[in-house]
């Protein structure tokens, strides 16, 4: 049987809910409208001194030279149990030198591209647009279009899928950024036997978190965190015929490639020869992005954020 302290705290609540309930149906009844911070329509300028100054928070930025040259892409079986059929063969590919953003792009980085274009912000900005602590959280429920956009404002792009995977693993097809011994927890947001999972708001980790785990080039979290978009479209059987100089993928198809794996996601899946593909217009609370430009610029890769204030 229940005690009756058991009983009281229920029907507490109960009631709490109820009384809740009819609060929103009163609402309704006369008009009034709720917030819906899940809706990419919510009015992000509801607030705009807010936004303003979150936009001029400082996060972690700039980008890391990756010289041209050749390096192992794809998975060797007999080395790797996980490689599936998509990763082979696994063979030498050369790219010209490029630059990739040391870090994922940050809620601000986007929240800045969403001020100065009107673009419509991530469904998973439960805030307003949100809370401080995740301003250097990676940005996430970003379509490949929308990474596309960002990326063009910023005057880069996407990188290609040969070049996101050398910045990974280097030159010697190792299987994760930090080499070959399994994800760790000091390493990698890769979900482990214990993790925590379904989160409102996912278990995220700031974009300069895991420093042990760097690929050589010190590109920061390309395993776990979130999954990253990159340019070419997805075919499973790419790898038998694409060229072994710069390649980006096939013409055409249906899905994009994201790789990297996410927080929720088990290590295998975060090995840097990792492939994934989803539609263009994917959304997902465990894909973000990250940027390239081709070439390796003298200049530091920062992009500076000011506000322009009307009289």
Not at 13 to 32: K, R
Not at 79 to 105: H, K, M, N, S, W
Not at 303 to 309: A, D, E, G, V
Request: net charge negative; charged share 20%.
């Amino acid at each position: 049987m229940k005690r009756w302290g058991d009983i009281c705290e229920t029907w507490g609540q109960g009631l709490v809910f109820f009384l809740a309930a009819c609060l929103v149906s009163l609402a309704s009844c006369l008009g009034v409208a709720s917030a819906d911070h899940l809706s990419p329509k919510h009015d992000p300028w509801s607030q705009p001194w807010e936004l303003e100054r979150l936009a001029l928070l400082e996060v972690p930025e700039g980008m890391v030279p990756v010289p041209g040259g050749p390096f192992l892409m794809g998975s060797d079986p007999k080395v790797d149990r996980a490689a599936g059929p998509q990763e082979q063969p696994q063979r030498p590919v050369t790219l010209d030198a490029f630059e990739i953003d040391r870090y994922e792009v940050t809620n601000v980085h986007y929240l800045r591209f969403v001020l100065a274009t009107g673009a419509a912000w991530p469904e998973f900005w439960m805030q307003d647009p949100f809370l401080e602590k995740m301003a250097s959280h990676p940005v996430i429920g970003v379509s490949w279009g929308e990474a596309m956009a960002y990326c063009r404002w910023v005057g880069k792009r996407l990188p290609t899928e040969a070049e996101w995977e050398k910045a990974a693993r280097g030159e010697d097809g190792r299987m994760f950024p930090w080499g070959n011994e399994p994800a760790g927890w000091m390493k990698s947001n890769i979900a482990h036997s214990g993790s925590k999972r379904g989160f409102k708001y996912p278990p995220l980790a700031n974009v300069n978190r895991y420093d042990k785990g760097v690929s050589p080039y010190g590109v920061h979290q390309m395993a776990g965190n979130v999954s990253e978009w990159v340019s070419d479209w997805f075919d499973p059987e790419y790898y038998r015929s694409s060229l072994p100089d710069n390649p980006t993928g096939p013409a055409t198809g249906e899905l994009k490639v994201f790789r990297g794996g996410s927080w929720n996601e088990d290590p295998e899946v975060a090995r840097s020869a990792g492939r994934n593909g989803g539609t263009p217009d994917r959304r997902s609370y465990l894909t973000g992005l990250r940027c390239a430009k081709s070439g390796i610029s003298d200049q530091p890769s920062a992009i500076s954020y000011q506000l322009t204030k009307t009289p």
